[in-house]
């Protein structure tokens, strides 16, 4: 015991000496927030919606816990967020500065310094609530608006939120980073003739004037970058009990059956790994200039109408963004270096959905499809470029700068060889342990090793031979294409390859039927 004290008092020197912001960014590379030291128990957000002005006007609630003895200070992260009131626990507290203390504004926005009248002392909890307004340019990030000319409708405007990966910090002053993870409430008020949706569940819904006041409530901790808005010209449609389609009317009969599998996915998973924890399950079709593919938004997907194609034949986006209610938004990774964990894990799922729903070879074409993705990719970037990495480094760059195929289909391919040594049923028996483990935490790529290691060693009698057969070295750390990959060789895989290879080589093969 004694020596445990001096090596935790030897610990603290060095945190003393190297300064605090220094701890900071050991925990975050991307957040300015003082993680270690604070935490976000639950934040409630009351905004107008102003579409004359772009932007955002009112102010955040912040419940928070001090971590250590003695807080002084909390650093919240922003981007072009104009101040204008402080209070700490129903008082005035002028002791506030925005800085930028790393010189990455371009990067990481600023950090909202604020001095706490009294020093906190550990595990005490406190409120900081924050007036303020978001900025409008055309730099903006995080937040879009967009005239009635880029809706469907054509006649109402339209504005939502993309906060993945760190701009939430352009909506709110708070702890933007996956390592905390929080409950939350919102209050969004915009037109009467206009409607706002969040990612929580409808509380309520009232007229008050001119203005529409509608309240939603995420009861699940969730990280920061799953806080999104959308308002606009947005109508419902249900599908089943739990899920519905909702957008501009526009569309929304087609939404609703060219996704009307999305109850089914659910089902799928559920049988196989665990429960829908999130009760309902909304999809909002965004407007055609919605830039994105899809947006994991709990109860509510962000979704391009791109995917209604008249077949059915892209609701995987969907499968993919429903599989995230397990693996992103219920068990998420720690930081951005790890973010292999919530999309390679979620293509596990979205190919279970898919192999239980159309069998295994559309599976495996599909997974092969997208193996020529990092392929291409890794042909273009190079194969010893970083952003080839299972684990990247993202300080003093954008997480987005590294978020390509290879987090999606890396991750895949090394979660299906796992698979290839266990057995289909041992993974699923893993995957369900996982889940259960961390549901509602943050891990990283390390806690999920030493899990999985303990599930092998503790289920197999050869498992510690299972186990050194994963080179974790070059998976995880190593650049260039995966070091193992599924069999591709089926005919539906094969035949339509010959025939390119055939057109590419300028001939035009008289037998091609043979090839379907």
Not at 132 to 149: K, N
Not at 449 to 463: E, W
Request: hydrophobic share 40%.
């Amino acid at each position: 015991p004694m020596k445990l004290q001096w090596f935790v008092l030897f610990l603290g020197m060095i945190w003393v000496a190297a300064g605090k912001d220094a701890w900071v960014q050991n925990i975050d590379t991307n957040s300015y927030s003082n993680l270690g030291e604070v935490s976000t128990t639950h934040f409630s957000v009351d905004w107008v919606i102003d579409f004359e002005n772009k932007i955002l006007d009112g102010f955040i609630l912040l419940n928070m816990k001090a971590e250590l003895d003695g807080l002084k200070w909390v650093y919240l992260d922003i981007r072009k967020i104009n101040i204008a009131k402080i209070e700490c626990d129903g008082e005035k507290n002028d002791h506030f500065e925005v800085d930028d203390p790393y010189k990455m504004k371009d990067v990481l926005g600023e950090r909202l310094a604020i001095k706490l009248k009294k020093t906190m002392k550990y595990s005490q909890k406190f409120q900081l609530k924050i007036y303020y307004t978001t900025t409008y340019d055309i730099t903006s990030m995080g937040i879009s608006w967009m005239g009635p000319a880029l809706t469907a409708g054509k006649k109402y405007p339209y504005m939502y939120t993309q906060a993945e990966a760190i701009n939430a910090r352009a909506m709110a002053p708070l702890q933007d980073s996956p390592f905390r993870k929080s409950t939350f409430d919102a209050t969004l008020r915009v037109k009467k003739e206009l409607f706002a949706v969040a990612s929580g569940i409808l509380q309520s819904n009232e007229e008050s004037g001119d203005m529409r006041i509608v309240k939603y409530k995420q009861s699940i901790p969730v990280p920061s970058y799953l806080l999104a808005i959308a308002a606009g010209n947005i109508h419902k449609k249900q599908m089943t009990s739990r899920t519905a389609v909702l957008g501009e009317p526009e569309n929304l009969e087609q939404a609703a059956w060219e996704l009307s599998n999305a109850d089914k996915f659910i089902q799928v998973v559920e049988k196989y790994i665990l429960p829908y924890v999130w009760g309902e399950y909304g999809i909002l079709m965004m407007p055609p200039s919605y830039p994105e593919g899809g947006m994991e938004n709990p109860y509510m997907t962000f979704a391009n109408p791109a995917i209604l194609v008249g077949d059915k034949s892209s609701e995987f986006v969907i499968a993919h963004e429903i599989s995230h209610s397990w693996t992103g938004n219920l068990v998420t990774a720690r930081d951005w270096n790890d973010f292999w964990l919530n999309e390679g894990f979620t293509v596990y799922l979205e190919r279970l959905i898919l192999e239980k729903i159309y069998g295994k070879t559309i599976t495996l074409l599909k997974a092969y499809v997208r193996y020529t993705y990092i392929q291409n990719y890794i042909n273009s970037v190079g194969e010893d470029h970083p952003y080839t990495k299972l684990v990247t480094d993202d300080y003093k760059r954008k997480p987005e700068d590294s978020m390509n195929w290879i987090p999606y289909e890396k991750g895949y391919m090394l979660l299906k060889f796992i698979e290839s040594l266990i057995g289909v049923d041992y993974m699923h028996k893993f995957m369900r342990g996982y889940i259960t483990t961390f549901m509602y935490k943050s891990v990283t790529t390390e806690m999920m090793k030493d899990y999985l290691m303990k599930f092998i060693l503790g289920n197999f009698n050869n498992g510690k031979e299972i186990w050194e057969k994963i080179d974790w070295e070059t998976w995880l750390y190593g650049t260039g294409m995966p070091i193992w990959s599924l069999d591709w060789n089926i005919p539906q895989i094969q035949n339509p390859i010959k025939l390119a290879e055939k057109y590419l080589n300028g001939e035009t093969p008289k037998e091609f039927k043979k090839f379907e």
